[in-house]
């Protein structure tokens, strides 16, 4: 069996500075999406489980001049090889041009026997690639997984439809999108960070998959992308360490965040 990986790298939102209410990425480091990790992790969980299974991470660079050192991060934790499109066309991709990469990738892969995404990515959290990307391929969609087990022929999934939990089952090959909930991710050890650099990596462009600027164009155009604007109290408190505490208290109290 073969399981596909399709991962996003995020500039890290905890680095992420706001400057005039828009956000300043230079120099901001990349990673691995939470949620990817949370595919990753499912798909060596089901290579485990299954036995005899290839697991391949795929990924659009979208700006990420160090997309190699981001994705040793998935390689690490235990994906056996890599593939990377870079290409500057992909930078202002919307979410309909990035599914057609990541499929036209999938196929030059050699298609797979499940693929799984996270449910969403750690900065957009559109969660629409994955589907878009089963539409392409022509093969079944189940989104929000929290639990996978492979079965005969197939796969069955579990979700949550908030006050019931559905199992599903679907022939292959499959498109999963999988939920937080579904496992912890694990941290990779020294020595698979080290031995990740050694595993095979492919570079593609656009052209390789015969795609060009125009086929992963926006159809959309984002207006603005502004950080919520946030007035501050600008309260002193004065006094000795008592006073102050004191004063923080009827304060807090006032604002409805303390009950008397």
């Known amino acids: 069996m073969k399981i596909i990986v399709p991962i996003k790298t995020n500039p890290d939102l905890q680095m992420v500075r706001i400057k005039n ?19 990753v992790e499912a798909a060596l969980q089901l290579q485990a489980a299954a036995g005899d299974t290839q697991v391949v991470v795929l990924t659009l660079a979208q700006g990420n001049r160090k997309i190699k050192d981001t994705i040793k991060e998935a390689l690490a934790m235990g994906a056996d090889e890599a593939f ?16 057609l990469a990541i499929a036209k990738a999938i196929e030059k ?9 996270g449910e969403g990515s750690t900065d957009g959290y559109s969660g629409q690639v994955g589907p878009r990307v089963a539409e392409l391929l022509g093969v079944p969609e189940i989104g929000y997984a929290r639990k996978l087990t492979p079965g005969g022929p197939g796969i069955q999934a579990e979700r ?7 199992v599903l089952e679907s ?17 990779p050890t020294l020595m698979n960070i080290m031995k990740a650099g050694k595993k095979p990596f492919t570079d593609w462009t656009l052209a390789d998959l015969d795609l060009d600027a125009a086929a992963v164009a926006p ?19 004065e006094g000795d360490v008592n ?8 304060a807090l109290t006032r604002e409805g965040v303390l009950e008397a």
Not at 84 to 99: E, F, R
Not at 219 to 237: D, F
Request: aromatic fraction near 4%; hydrophobic fraction near 45%.
């Open 171 to 187: 022939s292959l090959p499959v498109v999963i999108t999988v939920a937080s909930e579904i496992n912890e991710p694990r941290i």
């Open 21 to 39: 209410r828009q956000p300043v990425l230079e120099a901001v480091p990349y990673q691995v999406g939470d949620l990817d990790k949370n595919a």
């Open 219 to 237: 159809k959309n155009k984002i207006l603005s992308n502004l950080a919520e604007e946030q007035e501050r109290k600008n309260i002193m408190l």
């Open 160 to 166: 949550s439809m908030g006050d019931f939990i559905e």
């Open 109 to 117: 892969i050699g298609g797979a026997d499940v693929i799984i995404f």
């Open 243 to 250: 006073a102050q505490v004191a004063a923080l208290i009827d």
């Open 84 to 99: 990377i499109v870079t290409d500057d066309a992909l930078i202002g991709a919307d979410q309909a041009g990035k599914a």
